[in-house]
């Protein structure tokens, strides 16, 4: 299987979301330049490790990676272009903060080859941006998708968050309404999950977070579905919609269960049959690195059974879901000699639809994926 896709992991920000686990700190008095050059040591020792001819994605996620100055921006892209093989049929992804993009940014990153924004939207009502701890505001939204169509950018994407404190039905349908105004090609709409470590878990120990529940919850994930397609968007994953074509390539790495690399504090990747965390703070990621060490925490080598596991319920995030003779070249066996016992019950229950050619969640089945996901783990018997 070869390395097709590359993650980088930019960890500052200019402010944290109450909702955020991710590996972060604040931007102010942290070794930012020191952080770049570390992390282009990282790519070239592991480069030299595990080799690729070539790669179909690079996303650069955070934290917050459009938070970095125009000069440092640059640097980042710098390396990437030296270190990282792609070329023009890359998709070259980079996660943006409405609030943070200047002409001068925009800039950099277009000529760098960057040819995908991701924005982190969540919502247009200015009262839950500010209750979620989101420093933009809806028009900074409508200026930065503007300012980035205008300097050439054609693959924007959108990222939505619904079932947030306070959100009724009727303000996540104005959301939408109002994404689909910007005329972009990709939404991602996610259900606010929280995690520990954040303000809002903080809140909600102490009864404070007013959360939608469950049952608004699916009629908001019911309104995203409706609307996607009634707006021309194909639901390619449990979460993404997209024009035809503009599906995500990296997103569908994780979603392929195939290799990819992850570079930065606190990265994840999975190479070879390895899948390995670096250390998340930066004192930590940055030391054994300047001793010529790979900055590894820890490291798992994958079984088989793992990877059984993981094709499975990866697998069937996708619409298209799980392709029988692609799991057989992949494993010499069929998902059905595998998993007979739970595809049948879940098929009985009418949360996947299966045939001799594919197995994939059912609308129901969507509503329902973390059940589904977990009746393929921990079966088999080794």
């Known amino acids: 299987m070869k ?44 480069l030299k490790e595990s080799p690729t001819s070539g790669l179909q994605s690079i996303f650069v996620g955070g934290g917050t ?43 950099v990153l277009y000529k760098a080859g960057v040819n995908r924004l991701s924005f982190g939207v969540q919502t247009f009502n200015d009262q839950l941006l500010e209750k979620i701890g989101r420093s933009h505001r809806a028009k900074d939204v409508f200026r930065s998708v503007e300012a980035a169509k ?8 959108l990222d939505l968050i619904y079932s947030l404190p ?28 929280i995690e520990p470590k954040t303000v809002f878990y903080n809140l909600m120990r102490k009864g404070k977070l007013p959360v939608p529940g469950e049952d608004l919850e699916a009629k908001m994930y019911e309104l ?3 609307e996607m397609a009634a707006n021309g968007f194909h639901q390619y994953e449990i979460s993404n919609f997209a024009k035809e074509g503009f599906e995500s390539k990296h997103n569908l790495t994780y979603w392929n269960n195939d290799f990819y690399y992850g570079f930065g504090a606190g990265a994840h990747s999975y190479v070879n049959g390895i899948r390995k965390a670096n250390y998340g703070p930066l004192k930590k990621y940055m030391e054994p690195i300047l001793n010529g060490d790979l900055p590894t925490m820890e490291e798992h080598q994958v079984t088989r059974t793992d990877r059984l596991e993981e094709e499975m319920f990866l697998g069937l995030r996708k619409s298209a879901g799980i392709k029988v003779a692609q799991f057989m070249k992949k494993f010499g066996d069929s998902p059905y000699s595998i998993f007979q016992k739970e595809i049948s ?37 080794e």
């Open 3 to 46: 390395l097709k896709a590359a993650y980088i992991h930019i960890p500052f920000c200019e402010h944290i979301c109450h909702y955020c686990d991710f590996n972060k700190v604040f931007m102010k008095g942290q070794p930012v330049d020191e952080y770049l050059d570390a992390l282009e040591q990282e790519i070239n020792l592991t």
């Open 65 to 107: 990676p459009t938070a970095l100055s125009e000069s440092q921006l640059a640097r980042l892209c710098e390396i990437i272009q030296t270190n990282l093989p792609y070329n023009g049929q890359t998709e070259f992804t980079f996660e943006a903060n409405p609030g943070d993009l200047s002409e001068g940014k925009l800039e």
């Open 150 to 157: 205008k300097m050439g950018f054609e693959n924007i994407s």
């Open 166 to 193: 306070g959100q009724t039905v009727e303000d996540f349908l104005e959301t939408l309404s109002t994404a689909f105004s910007l005329d972009v090609v990709h939404y991602s709409a996610y259900s606010l999950i």
């Open 224 to 226: 995203v579905m409706n």
């Open 345 to 381: 019950e879940l098929t009985e229950l009418g949360l996947l639809k299966a045939n001799e050619n594919e197995i994939a969640l059912t609308r129901k089945g969507r509503l329902l994926g973390n059940e589904v996901f977990e009746k393929f783990i921990g079966v088999i018997e």
